[in-house]
Nanobody, 121 residues
Framework: QVQLVESGGGMVQAGGSLRLSCVAS?????IAWFRQAPGKERQYVAG????????EYGYRMKGRFTVSRDNVKNTVYLQMNNLKFEDTAVYYC?????????????????WGQGTQVTVSA
């Protein structure tokens, strides 16, 4: 089991940037970021392999979002630039028992509590 704690959310104007952090304890493994807006399904944002050597991005996420990690700090980051109103959501990091870092939300076993990102138009 992996314990996950997100931080870094907040309110920002459209065009602004935020960097989310996910501190993972328990084991070093692949980590995925998802987001969920009110009334919508949880959406895959990005993921990174256990050593940071591979990354994946959800549909239309690459370019504005960048996932990275620092295993010394046990932290995975999601840098979000040029934020848009439609990026408003609760952002979660998640871990899979087999180390996967891409897929649907049902594939993931451990979740953080989420951090709210609100983008004002």
């Amino acid at each position: 089991q992996v314990q996950l704690v997100e931080s870094g959310g907040g309110m920002v104007q459209a065009g602004g940037s935020l960097r989310l952090s996910c501190v993972a304890s328990g084991r070093t493994t692949g980590i995925a970021w998802f987001r969920q807006a009110p009334g919508k399904e949880r959406q895959y944002v990005a993921g990174i392999s256990w050593n940071g050597g591979s990354t994946e991005y959800g549909y239309r996420m690459k370019g504005r979002f960048t996932v990275s990690r620092d295993n010394v700090k046990n932290t995975v980051y999601l840098q979000m630039n040029n934020l848009k109103f439609e990026d408003t959501a609760v952002y979660y990091c998640a871990a899979n028992r087999f180390g996967l870092y891409t897929g649907i939300s049902d594939d993931f076993d451990d979740w953080g509590q989420g951090t709210q990102v609100t983008v004002s138009a």
